[in-house]
């Protein structure tokens, strides 16, 4: 008999015959371990995980969001064992609430600030270090949401607001 049960941010595996019983412990999402973030930023408003398949190991991003403007970005590589490793942890801070968080198709990052609007990170190998702010995004009211978008000169984006402003970028 083999049982899966998954406990928030471990996987226990259980294998069990009538002769052994074995159970491992695996963390499977060690970005989400720690919650004392929310006892000091308050409420984890937005969230996007990307997973890169790369030829010598698998790598996942996770970038968090808060209700005071911190957000935070995870490198984690997945490891043979199906357990994870941190890799690199990079914070940002913003002066809103932190409203939508999108990974495009192309591996680039989008972090949208309720008033400020939405910044575009192009190398998330140095995690928020390389940034440039989305024209135009912070002309409308607050943006809310985030969706890729494919049009026919290729792949692009689409910045929603609380006043049903749509703004569509590539």
């Known amino acids: ?3 899966y049960r998954d ?5 226990y595996i259980a294998v069990v015959s009538s002769e052994y019983c074995i159970v491992t412990k695996k963390t499977i999402a060690p970005e989400f371990v720690n919650q004392s973030e929310m006892a000091v ?4 408003l937005a969230i996007d995980i990307k997973i890169f398949e790369e030829p010598t190991q698998t790598i996942r991003y996770s970038c968090i969001g808060y209700e005071d403007g ?9 490891n043979d064992n199906e357990s994870c490793t941190v890799l690199n942890t990079w914070e940002q801070y913003y002066s809103a609430t932190v409203s939508s968080i999108l990974f495009l198709k192309t591996g680039e990052l989008l972090i949208a600030a309720m008033w400020e609007g939405v910044t575009f990170y192009s190398d998330l190998s140095n995690g928020f270090s390389k940034a440039e702010f989305v024209k135009e995004s912070d002309n409308y009211d607050a943006v809310t949401s985030l969706c890729n978008a494919k049009r026919l000169d290729g ?3 689409c910045v929603g607001t609380f006043g049903k402003m749509l703004l569509v970028r590539y």
Do not use: D, P, S
Request: net charge positive; glycine share 8%.
């Open 1 to 3: 008999m083999m049982e």
């Open 70 to 78: 911190y957000c935070v970005l995870f490198r984690i590589r997945i």
């Open 155 to 157: 792949t692009g984006f």
């Open 41 to 44: 930023h308050g409420a984890a």
């Open 7 to 11: 406990y928030h941010q471990y996987l």
